[in-house]
Nanobody, 122 residues
Framework: QVRLVESGGDLVQAGGSLRLSCTAS????????MAWYRQVPGKQRERVAD???????NYADSVKGRFTISRDNAKNTVTLQMNMLKLEDTAVYYC????????????????WGQGTQVTVSS
């Protein structure tokens, strides 16, 4: 099972930016679809963005135009650039590896990182 390590979470003011990174172990990273999810206490984990092995990106409506997902296959890394952060972006952000695309979108695997905390303050 792939090991994922997220980093980059921090406390930031509303309107600010953060860059999250997720580094994956293993040699077949380039063949994996990847995604970022987030979760707040008491709520279900929600998909933020995903990127296919070929580089096609999809975003949740709540982050479109503010967040950008990208991948660097040479470094086994997927990145989430978050701009114009809002209070409601506060959550623990998780990376997921190897999901499958169905008609409804990205379906995650059980390969999750430990998460990184993003807190947006007013």
């Amino acid at each position: 099972q792939v090991r994922l390590v997220e980093s980059g979470g921090d406390l930031v003011q509303a309107g600010g930016s953060l860059r999250l990174s997720c580094t994956a172990s293993g040699s077949d990273f380039s063949s994996k679809n990847m995604a970022w999810y987030r979760q707040v206490p008491g709520k279900q984990r929600e998909r933020v963005a995903d990127i296919s092995s070929s580089g096609t990106a999809n975003y949740a409506d709540s982050v479109k135009g503010r967040f950008t997902i990208s991948r660097d296959n040479a470094k086994n890394t997927v990145t989430l650039q978050m701009n114009m952060l809002k209070l409601e972006d506060t959550a623990v952000y998780y990376c997921n590896a190897g999901g499958t695309y169905y008609a409804a979108g990205y379906f995650p695997t059980r390969s999750w990182g430990q998460g990184t905390q993003v807190t947006v303050s007013s």
